[in-house]
């Protein structure tokens, strides 16, 4: 599959040819507008201050570009959010002299536009959300961040983000159309009520940033029109007539036509990347909702199959260009310049009919085609997904560049509807991110929550007795290891840990929300989340009509096979003492005896090989992780929202490198300082028995209630899905997947030669795509260790 | 060596998310002993009919613990190499060296496996069978010369709805491979050559037997598939192929012909069995070659796949 034609193929080596820049437009607006209106609510300090950046950024229209819409003064630059942190930006600056000499996700920024920026900083220090966020951190959370059992910076840097507005509202109504709803509500305030000054700024900060968003447009309308007069090629200046033609319509009116419609969704899209820093923002079920405009457009020959091909393509370019500079401390976590926005396709109809379309296929066929790491595409599957589609998804998996990524309706509607989540809505559920799921328009941020648990650092401090070895801090005193007289016993321990440390992510979580909610409200995003109108409520504050958050936990393989290595050589075998472990683990299974206690415990029972003396331990240990959680609330319950809970989730995006990175040698036989295991999957090279069992193994897992997302990741040699026969058992596979009711499913299809290769010569292999962990990035620009660690994943051989 | 009964077998591997071996995703069940000796097996393990012991040269760091421990001073060290060598008929395949061998250079090949704990394992993936008709597939090995055990296999299978397959040489008495075909969905059976010296010569065995259960099965309407090995230069040549096909004109049920090209995956085997690979040195067969055997059967009417 090729991209369809020689416009798109310029345009994306153009932005594949980019490398990574800086913007400091978007930073010089606010902290303008945020020093002359300091007593302003904090509403239209920001609703003004997106306005004032939306009207005054720089903007260019590319030869050849469809669809138009820039986030900063050039494709591929990172705008600062200095209101959301401004220390890491400085030290990077002073420390390295720019963001270039990273070991991965590289950033150069002018150096004219140093001075500037580090006047910027010296603006916000002291006012920023993380400074906000460290000064009312408790202690002792304070001393578990260092300790790293919880990690919640990514927060605290850089905002929410994971959310999919109401995009079907914008395409009907136009943001006209919004502004009216808030309108009206705006002139229905009784001011002498309670609350009600503070909604009357609300609101009008809403319809302050939804007319700006139309200026915004009309600025593209009268760059294109002046283009077109310049323009000596008639074809090149009719297009960008019709481009003025659609930015002078839309967002502001309902979508006339497919065309404009794809354009209103990425200025709607776009302006969110502009206002706040969080990744994950995603475009909903877009087959869904761009289908009535197709249909319509095909039928009266407004447009041909080829050309909406080409938008689509042309957005999934538009998509990749957008890219958020994080500290490095948190880009770790998430490597390779990830935005993490996804589209869904496929899936069901509220009547729970297929939903598959032929947009269903046209996006396929065009992500194939354009090959980029965004859009994040996942495909909901189901019972009766037609084994047509199926054989396009395999196809397009085969290309080998992780895209796309399965989903399991089977299981998210039950676990939705099981939370409270309505019928209809339930049905019509999408993917935020990579594997977290919401109902579009109506669910609060972070349906993934961005605390991370490490549940194997955890388990290391229980073995010590809850002192942790890197650091020396020790939080809560329990049993060591020597210390307890049986397997339950020391589990217990664990437990008593796990349920002190859950309560303290839950805290740090409340931290990073309370501060969010007060500093940084969204004010355009919340325009287009129901019901934050209708109840003068920024999502933040429980304007959604849904709102619930989940944990994250990294190591759950490690968790498993750790234990089942105590159970069975330290207290059922009684091969091995406590004591000769503990040292064991303390010299990093170096020394000669160290050798051979590593050989025991790396032959233990293993997660991931369908093997239930293991397996039923992760189920156990994630059990207790469930149990834990749900009893906590998140700050919007009670406060409008259905649900306001938290549930489990193992979206750890890449965060096993960094989390693991802190934490010992194991008892499962892992070296210090090593990779965590991804999500839900086995640790690294430890599933020898093929994917059957990898998926039963996973299977037994309590997946309907693990509501935040569970993730699975197969790296699959390119030969498993030669010939038409081997594609076939493969979507057997995928089927079986549906039927175990796994919740989500992806495939590195590349072989480990060729990873080598790229390391080798990168400059060879800047287009190689892998899956890193829920969504993919460009193999070259992840660093060394991640690199490594997608390497060492088990490669799936058939017999 | 103790008497196995029907109830249990040497198994050398069980393998899930088998692609090749029957129709869907199938649970492969490698049995060890075979009255053959192909020269270009890619499965020496599976020859001989007891456990035996790999040993993975480039783990090994000659550190002699090995032979301290055996028992029977079944290992050497070998200086020049910097190696052990196991003389494989003092063996016993005990399992000390593998306990001993810090470094995993040392593992068993072949363990007994009672007839549950085969069905526990291939019950494993009966969700995966479910979709695509897949099944277990009994390979080896010769599957016939331990046909007790595999009936035990095969009728377990099927009281469970697991579809089954048998790969076989064909080499055994034809009241035994009745027998195991009553219990089997299809029959995955082998032509190596079809002059009787030079099969001989090439497995040791002749092939009237086997050519003559090939025939009967053909009457007994089981589903069967003929697989032909086509090994470079040894029975890849026009005159076999054609020779072969004059053969299968006489079955009236057979349908389909798999050709299985020789690969080098076998390679590394021998040297971990330390024998010697006779054929080991011979090169793929070429595109041309497959295509004009495959395009020989294929007039016949035959459906031929290549790999299979
Ligand atoms: S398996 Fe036993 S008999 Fe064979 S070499 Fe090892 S220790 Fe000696
Ligand atoms: S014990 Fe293992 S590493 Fe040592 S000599 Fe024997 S085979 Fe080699």
């Given at each position: 599959?090729?991209?369809?034609?020689?416009?798109?193929?310029?345009?994306?080596?153009?932005?594949?040819?980019?490398?990574?820049?800086?913007?400091?437009?978007?930073?010089?607006?606010?902290?303008?507008?945020?020093?002359?209106?300091?007593?302003?609510?904090?509403?239209?300090?920001?609703?003004?201050?997106?306005?004032?950046?939306?009207?005054?950024?720089?903007?260019?229209?590319?030869?050849?570009?469809?669809?138009?819409?820039?986030?900063?003064?050039?494709?591929?630059?990172?705008?600062?959010?200095?209101?959301?942190?401004?220390?890491?930006?400085?030290?990077?600056?002073?420390?390295?002299?720019?963001?270039?000499?990273?070991?991965?996700?590289?950033?150069?920024?002018?150096?004219?536009?140093?001075?500037?920026?580090?006047?910027?900083?010296?603006?916000?220090?002291?006012?920023?959300?993380?400074?906000?966020?460290?000064?009312?951190?408790?202690?002792?959370?304070?001393?578990?961040?260092?300790?790293?059992?919880?990690?919640?910076?990514?927060?605290?840097?850089?905002?929410?983000?994971?959310?999919?507005?109401?995009?079907?509202?914008?395409?009907?109504?136009?943001?006209?159309?919004?502004?009216?709803?808030?309108?009206?509500?705006?002139?229905?305030?009784?001011?002498?009520?309670?609350?009600?000054?503070?909604?009357?700024?609300?609101?009008?900060?809403?319809?302050?940033?939804?007319?700006?968003?139309?200026?915004?447009?009309?600025?593209?309308?009268?760059?294109?029109?002046?283009?077109?007069?310049?323009?000596?090629?008639?074809?090149?200046?009719?297009?960008?007539?019709?481009?003025?033609?659609?930015?002078?319509?839309?967002?502001?009116?309902?979508?006339?036509?497919?065309?404009?419609?794809?354009?209103?969704?990425?200025?709607?899209?776009?302006?969110?990347?502009?206002?706040?820093?969080?990744?994950?923002?995603?475009?909903?079920?877009?087959?869904?909702?761009?289908?009535?405009?197709?249909?319509?457009?095909?039928?009266?020959?407004?447009?041909?199959?080829?050309?909406?091909?080409?938008?689509?393509?042309?957005?999934?370019?538009?998509?990749?260009?957008?890219?958020?500079?994080?500290?490095?401390?948190?880009?770790?976590?998430?490597?390779?310049?990830?935005?993490?926005?996804?589209?869904?396709?496929?899936?069901?109809?509220?009547?729970?009919?297929?939903?598959?379309?032929?947009?269903?296929?046209?996006?396929?066929?065009?992500?194939?085609?354009?090959?980029?790491?965004?859009?994040?595409?996942?495909?909901?599957?189901?019972?009766?997904?037609?084994?047509?589609?199926?054989?396009?998804?395999?196809?397009?998996?085969?290309?080998?560049?992780?895209?796309?990524?399965?989903?399991?309706?089977?299981?998210?509607?039950?676990?939705?509807?099981?939370?409270?989540?309505?019928?209809?809505?339930?049905?019509?559920?999408?993917?935020?991110?990579?594997?977290?799921?919401?109902?579009?328009?109506?669910?609060?941020?972070?349906?993934?929550?961005?605390?991370?648990?490490?549940?194997?650092?955890?388990?290391?401090?229980?073995?010590?007795?809850?002192?942790?070895?890197?650091?020396?801090?020790?939080?809560?005193?329990?049993?060591?290891?020597?210390?307890?007289?049986?397997?339950?016993?020391?589990?217990?321990?664990?437990?008593?840990?796990?349920?002190?440390?859950?309560?303290?992510?839950?805290?740090?979580?409340?931290?990073?929300?309370?501060?969010?909610?007060?500093?940084?409200?969204?004010?355009?995003?919340?325009?287009?989340?129901?019901?934050?109108?209708?109840?003068?409520?920024?999502?933040?504050?429980?304007?959604?009509?849904?709102?619930?958050?989940?944990?994250?936990?990294?190591?759950?393989?490690?968790?498993?096979?750790?234990?089942?290595?105590?159970?069975?050589?330290?207290?059922?075998?009684?091969?091995?003492?406590?004591?000769?472990?503990?040292?064991?683990?303390?010299?990093?299974?170096?020394?000669?005896?160290?050798?051979?206690?590593?050989?025991?415990?790396?032959?233990?029972?293993?997660?991931?090989?369908?093997?239930?003396?293991?397996?039923?331990?992760?189920?156990?240990?994630?059990?207790?992780?469930?149990?834990?959680?749900?009893?906590?609330?998140?700050?919007?319950?009670?406060?409008?929202?259905?649900?306001?809970?938290?549930?489990?989730?193992?979206?750890?995006?890449?965060?096993?490198?960094?989390?693991?990175?802190?934490?010992?040698?194991?008892?499962?036989?892992?070296?210090?300082?090593?990779?965590?295991?991804?999500?839900?999957?086995?640790?690294?090279?430890?599933?020898?028995?093929?994917?059957t069992?990898?998926?039963?193994?996973?299977?037994?897992?309590?997946?309907?209630?693990?509501?935040?997302?569970?993730?699975?990741?197969?790296?699959?040699?390119?030969?498993?899905?030669?010939?038409?026969e081997?594609?076939e058992r493969?979507?057997d596979?995928?089927?079986?997947?549906?039927?175990?009711?796994?919740?989500?499913?992806?495939?590195?299809?590349?072989?480990?030669?060729?990873?080598?290769?790229?390391?080798?010569?990168?400059?060879?292999?800047?287009?190689?795509?892998?899956?890193?962990?829920?969504?993919?990035?460009?193999?070259?620009?992840?660093?060394?260790?991640?690199?490594?660690?997608?390497?060492?994943?088990?490669?799936?051989?058939a017999v | 060596?103790?008497?196995?009964?029907?109830?249990?077998?040497?198994i050398?591997e069980i393998e899930r998310y088998a692609l090749n071996d029957g129709p869907g995703i199938r649970t492969l069940v490698f049995f060890?002993?075979?009255?053959?000796?192909?020269?270009?097996?890619?499965n020496?393990?599976t020859?001989?009919?007891?456990?035996?012991?790999?040993?993975?040269?480039?783990?090994?760091?000659?550190?002699?613990?090995?032979?301290?421990?055996?028992?029977?001073?079944?290992?050497?060290?070998?200086?020049?190499?910097?190696?052990?060598?196991?003389?494989?008929?003092?063996?016993?395949?005990?399992?000390?060296?593998?306990?001993?061998?810090?470094?995993?250079?040392?593992?068993?090949?072949?363990?007994?496996?009672?007839?549950?704990?085969v069905m526990?394992e291939v019950k494993?993936d009966i969700?995966f069978y479910l979709r695509g008709g897949g099944g277990v597939t009994l390979s080896g090995g010769e599957v016939l010369?331990r046909f007790?055990f595999a009936l035990e296999i095969l009728k377990k299978s099927r009281e469970e709805f697991i579809d089954t397959a048998v790969e076989t040489s064909g080499?055994a008495?034809?009241?035994v491979v009745k027998e195991v075909i009553s219990y089997t969905d299809h029959v995955l059976i082998d032509?190596?050559?079809?002059?009787?010296?030079?099969?001989?010569?090439?497995?040791?065995?002749?092939?009237?037997?086997?050519?003559?259960n090939i025939?009967?099965i053909d009457?007994s309407k089981v589903h069967y598939i003929i697989r032909?090995?086509?090994?470079?230069?040894?029975?890849?040549?026009?005159?076999?192929?054609?020779?072969?096909?004059?053969?299968?004109?006489?079955?009236?049920n057979l349908r389909e012909v798999h050709?299985l090209?020789?690969?080098?995956?076998?390679?590394?085997?021998?040297?971990?069995?330390?024998?010697?690979?006779?054929?080991?040195?011979?090169?793929?067969?070429?595109?041309?070659?497959?295509?004009?055997?495959?395009?020989?059967?294929?007039?016949?009417?035959?459906n031929?796949v290549?790999g299979g």
């Amino acid at each position: 599959m090729n991209v369809s034609s020689i416009r798109v193929k310029k345009l994306r080596e153009d932005v594949l040819s980019r490398v990574p820049g800086v913007c400091i437009e978007r930073a010089r607006f606010y902290t303008e507008v945020y020093r002359e209106n300091e007593a302003l609510p904090v509403y239209l300090k920001r609703a003004i201050a997106l306005q004032r950046t939306l009207e005054n950024m720089s903007i260019y229209i590319l030869d050849g570009e469809l669809i138009v819409g820039n986030q900063a003064c050039a494709p591929r630059t990172a705008p600062v959010f200095p209101e959301y942190a401004v220390e890491w930006i400085e030290k990077e600056l002073e420390e390295k002299g720019n963001f270039d000499k990273r070991a991965g996700d590289v950033f150069h920024l002018p150096e004219e536009h140093k001075e500037e920026l580090l006047e910027i900083i010296k603006f916000w220090k002291g006012k920023t959300l993380y400074d906000h966020c460290m000064a009312s951190m408790p202690e002792e959370v304070k001393t578990a961040s260092i300790i790293k059992a919880i990690h919640g910076d990514g927060n605290m840097t850089s905002g929410d983000g994971h959310i999919v507005v109401d995009y079907e509202k914008v395409l009907k109504l136009g943001l006209k159309g919004v502004i009216k709803e808030a309108e009206e509500a705006l002139s229905a305030l009784d001011l002498s009520e309670n609350d009600a000054l503070r909604k009357k700024a609300f609101l009008e900060s809403i319809i302050i940033t939804l007319r700006s968003a139309i200026k915004f447009a009309q600025r593209f309308a009268n760059l294109a029109e002046d283009l077109a007069r310049g323009e000596r090629n008639p074809v090149r200046a009719g297009e960008l007539m019709q481009i003025a033609r659609n930015c002078r319509r839309v967002p502001e009116y309902p979508a006339s036509s497919f065309y404009e419609a794809v354009q209103s969704v990425w200025f709607v899209h776009l302006i969110q990347q502009i206002e706040s820093n969080g990744h994950s923002v995603s475009l909903g079920r877009l087959d869904k909702y761009l289908y009535p405009y197709y249909e319509y457009d095909i039928k009266n020959n407004v447009i041909t199959r080829d050309f909406a091909m080409e938008l689509l393509e042309c957005l999934w370019i538009k998509l990749f260009s957008i890219i958020k500079i994080r500290p490095t401390s948190h880009s770790g976590y998430g490597a390779g310049y990830p935005t993490y926005q996804n589209v869904t396709i496929g899936g069901q109809t509220k009547e729970g009919r297929d939903a598959v379309n032929v947009l269903s296929y046209l996006i396929l066929e065009s992500v194939a085609g354009t090959r980029l790491t965004q859009p994040n595409l996942s495909v909901r599957l189901h019972a009766n997904t037609p084994e047509r589609f199926l054989q396009k998804c395999i196809e397009v998996l085969k290309m080998g560049f992780g895209m796309p990524a399965f989903k399991n309706d089977e299981v998210i509607i039950p676990s939705l509807l099981s939370r409270g989540v309505s019928h209809d809505d339930a049905y019509n559920y999408s993917m935020v991110g990579c594997i977290e799921v919401a109902v579009p328009g109506k669910w609060g941020y972070r349906c993934t929550g961005m605390s991370f648990l490490n549940m194997i650092k955890v388990l290391e401090m229980t073995v010590y007795g809850g002192k942790d070895p890197r650091t020396g801090h020790c939080l809560l005193h329990t049993k060591s290891l020597t210390e307890v007289q049986s397997f339950e016993e020391f589990w217990e321990q664990w437990e008593k840990q796990m349920q002190y440390y859950t309560k303290l992510s839950i805290v740090l979580d409340h931290v990073a929300d309370t501060n969010l909610e007060k500093l940084v409200p969204d004010i355009f995003t919340s325009a287009l989340v129901n019901d934050c109108i209708k109840r003068g409520k920024t999502v933040k504050e429980g304007g959604a009509v849904y709102d619930m958050v989940s944990g994250l936990q990294v190591g759950i393989a490690n968790v498993a096979n750790s234990m089942a290595a105590i159970k069975k050589l330290v207290f059922e075998e009684k091969v091995l003492k406590p004591e000769k472990l503990i040292e064991a683990m303390k010299a990093n299974f170096e020394s000669e005896e160290g050798i051979e206690i590593q050989k025991k415990l790396l032959a233990a029972p293993k997660y991931g090989n369908d093997d239930d003396y293991v397996d039923e331990l992760a189920v156990k240990a994630f059990n207790t992780y469930v149990k834990e959680i749900v009893k906590f609330k998140n700050t919007r319950f009670g406060r409008g929202p259905i649900g306001g809970i938290y549930y489990p989730g193992t979206s750890a995006i890449s965060s096993n490198v960094p989390m693991g990175a802190v934490v010992g040698a194991t008892p499962d036989g892992r070296k210090a300082w090593t990779p965590a295991a991804e999500g839900a999957s086995p640790t690294q090279g430890t599933d020898k028995k093929g994917p059957t069992a990898v998926l039963k193994s996973v299977s037994k897992l309590p997946t309907i209630l693990i509501t935040g997302g569970n993730l699975l990741n197969q790296k699959f040699s390119p030969d498993l899905l030669e010939g038409k026969e081997r594609m076939e058992r493969f979507a057997d596979l995928l089927r079986t997947f549906v039927a175990l009711k796994l919740w989500h499913i992806q495939f590195n299809i590349v072989s480990s030669e060729v990873l080598r290769a790229a390391q080798r010569e990168p400059e060879k292999y800047r287009d190689l795509i892998v899956r890193v962990a829920g969504y993919c990035a460009q193999f070259v620009t992840l660093d060394p260790t991640t690199q490594e660690d997608i390497i060492s994943r088990t490669e799936q051989k058939a017999v | 060596m103790r008497e196995l009964k029907k109830t249990s077998g040497i198994i050398c591997e069980i393998e899930r998310y088998a692609l090749n071996d029957g129709p869907g995703i199938r649970t492969l069940v490698f049995f060890k002993g075979c009255p053959l000796r192909c020269k270009w097996c890619s499965n020496p393990e599976t020859h001989n009919f007891h456990p035996e012991l790999y040993y993975y040269t480039h783990k090994c760091t000659f550190c002699g613990k090995c032979i301290a421990v055996c028992p029977y001073h079944a290992i050497r060290a070998d200086y020049s190499r910097q190696k052990v060598i196991t003389d494989r008929n003092i063996c016993r395949t005990c399992g000390e060296c593998i306990k001993a061998c810090p470094t995993g250079a040392r593992s068993a090949v072949g363990m007994e496996m009672t007839v549950e704990q085969v069905m526990e394992e291939v019950k494993k993936d009966i969700p995966f069978y479910l979709r695509g008709g897949g099944g277990v597939t009994l390979s080896g090995g010769e599957v016939l010369s331990r046909f007790e055990f595999a009936l035990e296999i095969l009728k377990k299978s099927r009281e469970e709805f697991i579809d089954t397959a048998v790969e076989t040489s064909g080499y055994a008495p034809w009241d035994v491979v009745k027998e195991v075909i009553s219990y089997t969905d299809h029959v995955l059976i082998d032509i190596k050559h079809m002059d009787p010296l030079r099969h001989r010569e090439l497995t040791g065995v002749e092939n009237k037997l086997i050519l003559d259960n090939i025939k009967k099965i053909d009457r007994s309407k089981v589903h069967y598939i003929i697989r032909i090995p086509l090994i470079t230069g040894i029975n890849d040549d026009e005159s076999n192929i054609k020779a072969i096909k004059e053969f299968t004109n006489g079955l009236k049920n057979l349908r389909e012909v798999h050709l299985l090209p020789y690969h080098t995956l076998g390679k590394s085997k021998y040297e971990y069995l330390e024998r010697i690979y006779e054929l080991g040195h011979l090169v793929k067969p070429h595109k041309e070659k497959i295509y004009e055997a495959a395009q020989i059967l294929k007039d016949s009417g035959l459906n031929v796949v290549v790999g299979g």
